[in-house]
């Protein structure tokens, strides 16, 4: 997992306050992927990045989520209003274009809506 | 709608010993097939991958296996070592190049192996 940074690793929110997790991919990476892993499940997919553009967000909830990923600095997944239901461990990933390599992972944030 | 499947959620094999794991997938577009390996609070590490046009890719002690008519892979890891215990997932892809660059993967809901010493 070395290189793929995400901060806070930890995340306490009330039900209704905003989450804020951050992303920065490996050096000389410009794709970045956000996943979810809600408890006894396995990883979905949320939304893919490059710099500047949402390329893929199938698997994003239509309200409360947003994401981007600016020239500069890291990635950002934004949840407004936590509920319950969004307690969950979520993950970055970036790869570097056109390689076809595999995903390289974070260590995620675990999100807990109290 | 589960796309890439792992029916076994846990297994338990002896230390030395050939543990499998299992996955199925329905889609058959999916093009390549990776298996990560994760330990409780980090995140996935990529092991082994096979693309479609292979059957078999080997490196060291992991050997997937890829049955594209039955659309089901394996993961064979022999000898087994008390290191290895950890979930695994089984993740596919439709492939970068067909997919216009998008590397995005459909995982499995993971095996927990256990590696008794």
């Known amino acids: 997992n070395a290189g793929v940074m995400q901060n806070p690793r930890h995340l306490v929110r009330r039900r209704g306050q905003e989450a804020r997790l951050r992303c920065s991919p490996m050096k000389g990476h410009s794709h970045v992927y956000w996943y979810r892993q809600l408890p006894e499940e396995g990883l979905k997919f949320m939304v893919y990045l490059q710099k500047e553009n949402i390329i893929d967000e199938s698997g994003m909830p239509k309200e409360r989520f947003s994401a981007e990923f600016p020239k500069e600095g890291p990635s950002i997944l934004r949840i407004q209003q936590v509920v319950r239901g969004d307690s969950a461990a979520y993950f970055c990933?970036?790869?570097?274009?056109?390689?076809?390599?595999?995903?390289?992972f974070g260590n995620g944030t675990r999100l807990t809506v109290t | 709608d589960q796309q890439v499947k792992q029916n076994s959620p846990s297994l338990s094999v002896q230390e030395g010993r050939i543990s499998i794991l299992n996955c199925d997938y329905t889609?058959?577009?999916?093009?390549?097939f990776l298996w990560y390996k994760k330990y409780p609070a980090e995140g996935p590490t990529f092991l082994i991958s096979i693309s479609s046009i292979k059957d078999k890719n080997e490196d060291g002690r992991f050997t997937v296996f890829l049955n594209k008519s039955a659309k089901h892979l394996s993961l064979h890891i022999v000898p087994s070592q008390p290191g290895d215990s950890a979930v695994y997932f089984c993740?596919?892809?439709?492939?970068?190049?067909?997919?216009?660059?998008?590397?995005?993967?459909?995982f499995g809901t993971g095996t927990r192996l256990t590696i008794i010493p």
């Open positions: 990933a970036s790869s570097r274009t056109g390689t076809g390599s595999p995903l390289h």
């Open positions: 993740a596919a892809s439709l492939g970068w190049i067909s997919n216009f660059g998008n590397e995005k993967l459909t």
């Open positions: 889609n058959s577009m999916f093009d390549y």
